[in-house]
């Protein structure tokens, strides 16, 4: 078992910055995937970026390239999400999801655990 629990969620202005943190416990290996999902009021979830649990590998969706850094703490179990150049289309609720594989990719099914979701609004 994976439990999960995100932070740093918040209101900022378009063009602002937002550091996410989401703390693993539980089992978790280098062969885990660790991603991060959004969700939109009316919209459905949507993959936002990836990373395995070693810190390598990282990826993300087109939308983001560029503005937010996925990353692994060194000596933490947590995963971070650097969100700088925020727009107001960003606006959703931010999940952090883990996988026991390595190759779950950007399909949230294969994801098994999730967090509670830490909401994130941008106002133009």
């Known amino acids: 078992q994976v439990q999960l629990v995100e932070s740093g969620g918040g209101l900022v202005q378009t063009g602002g910055s937002l550091r996410l943190s989401c703390a693993a416990s539980?089992?978790?290996?280098?062969?885990?995937?660790m991603a991060w999902f959004r969700q939109a009021p009316g919209k459905e979830r949507e993959f936002v970026s990836r990373?395995?649990?070693?810190?390598?590998?990282?990826r993300y969706a087109d939308f983001v390239k560029g503005r937010f850094t996925i990353s692994r703490g060194n000596a933490e179990n947590t995963v971070y999400l650097q969100m700088n150049n925020l727009e107001p289309e960003d606006t959703a609720i931010y999940y952090c999801?883990?996988?026991?594989?390595?190759?779950?990719?950007?399909?949230?099914?294969?994801?098994?655990?999730w967090g509670q979701g830490t909401q994130v609004t941008v106002s133009s």
């Open positions: 539980g089992r978790t290996s280098n062969s885990y995937t």
């Open positions: 999801a883990a996988s026991g594989s390595p190759i779950a990719f950007e399909i949230s099914n294969n994801y098994n655990y």
């Open positions: 990373i395995l649990w070693s810190g390598s590998s990282p």
